[in-house]
DNA sequence: TATTATTGTGACTACGAGGTCACATGACTA
DNA sequence: TAGTCATGTGACCTCGTAGTCACAATAATA
């Protein structure tokens, strides 16, 4: 986490900073985003960065926890007890992600690589943390809709999590091709990482959803 | 492509040096697999490596063809004309990569890191045909099943195939998560990656299968 | 055996990374 | 104004990388 030194830091500095890292990150994996690099883009010394932060991974973790605080406040309010079934639960928040990215695109491409298998070994620990607690999340919740007799029975909920997730993360996956999206060009014009109307997106969205309720849902 | 004097080479040797590198791309992805590693653990020179191939590179190319011809072999032979049903055919696709895995563990991983998003910016360009190839066998055989009536028609080909396809390469992180299987332990022990009864992985193929069904198969 | 062609070698180059530290600069206090 | 403390600085250090090349060693041929 960031020293008293970075807290104490004007806004319009600190703010520079962050977005020029963000755009690193975003743009980069962890191992090959480089601190030389940004330093020289933000025209500020190397050693100013090792004193707002201990080292590369603390300024990363810091970021990440920046990225994670403002999705939050998209998807935090979004509870099941709201909604009549889960999809429409579940669509809620897929909607609610994709409006982050609209007026986040930094942070979301940044937390896309999260998700993204291969990561340097210095993050591995985080991330394996970060999916486990996840999947028990979402475990929790669909063991909800089993015991409602909402979903189907004959398969354990771990499965179908595991299935749900699969499919979410391959969701990002199938926007982009479907629609020849190139992530990596949109964040460089300060794009959203979708950038596409939001109903169109909705549509491909809907179709998996569609998919999804045939394999999860209980059929008597 | 390999230059002659590495064809030339005698078996022990080549087979040595290729054992080598598959282990060192196994275990690191691209830009991390250092050439200077190997080099010392096999006891040649580096320059050696250069008289063998062009560059990193094209040594890494070379020993994904080979991987990937070596599975062929198992997967090949399989054709959707001999089985009642796709999901007779894709699951002992599946099985027949579970063999492989069993088998030739290092090539195994290797491939296994190609399905990883995130990828060196040298190879993006590579992976991403390859992806592309992959989805538009796919969708030719999906559209198979529901020109014959066995998927359902009101979801496009291509929508479905790219659920499959995010199952598909999520089922290997199902098993991994759900056995807590650590790769990396096992490649260094020269086990499979998947280092269990393979009864046991089926079971977990079996019960994604069983969702997959539900989400696909056309239903009156 | 002498000559030529092929293969093996490892110190070396050029590069870029993360991180350090003695010093310069600025701001606030006495 | 003089002194003190926090912040900014960039040359420098160590490390590791891919790739090179003049030379040594071996194999093949005459």
């Known amino acids: 986490m960031p020293k008293p030194t970075f807290e104490k830091l004007p806004n319009h500095k600190r703010e520079a900073f962050t977005k020029g890292f963000l755009q690193e990150f975003a743009a980069?994996?962890?191992?090959?985003?480089?601190?030389?690099?940004?330093?020289?883009?933000?025209?500020?010394?190397?050693?100013s960065v090792y004193q707002y932060f201990e080292n590369k991974l603390d300024l990363y973790l810091y970021l990440k926890s920046l990225c994670?605080?403002?999705?939050?406040?998209?998807?935090?309010?979004?509870?099941?007890?709201?909604?009549?079934?889960?999809?429409?639960?579940?669509?809620?928040?897929?909607?609610?992600?994709?409006?982050?990215?609209l007026e986040h695109p930094l942070e979301s491409k940044f937390l896309y690589r999260i998700g993204e298998k291969e990561n340097s070994e210095a993050l591995r620990g985080f991330m394996k943390e970060w999916k486990q607690q996840a999947i028990q999340a979402y475990i929790g919740i669909i063991q909800g809709e089993v015991d409602k007799g909402l979903f189907r029975k004959d398969i354990s909920a771990e499965a179908m999590t595991y299935f749900l997730v699969s499919v979410s993360l391959g969701i990002g996956d199938v926007l982009r091709d479907r629609y020849h999206i190139d992530f990596d060009e949109n964040i460089k014009d300060g794009k959203p990482l979708f950038a596409l109307d939001k109903t169109v997106l909705m549509e491909a969205v809907d179709?998996?959803?569609?998919?999804?309720?045939?394999?999860?849902?209980?059929?008597?």
């Open 68 to 101: 994670e605080m403002t999705k939050m406040q998209y998807v935090l309010g979004i509870k099941r007890e709201d909604y009549a079934t889960f999809w429409d639960y579940y669509r809620t928040q897929y909607e609610a992600g994709i409006q982050f990215d």
């Open 28 to 47: 980069n994996n962890y191992d090959k985003a480089s601190v030389s690099v940004v330093v020289k883009k933000l025209n500020i010394a190397k050693g």
């Open 207 to 220: 179709e998996q959803i569609v998919l999804l309720k045939g394999a999860l849902d209980f059929k008597k």
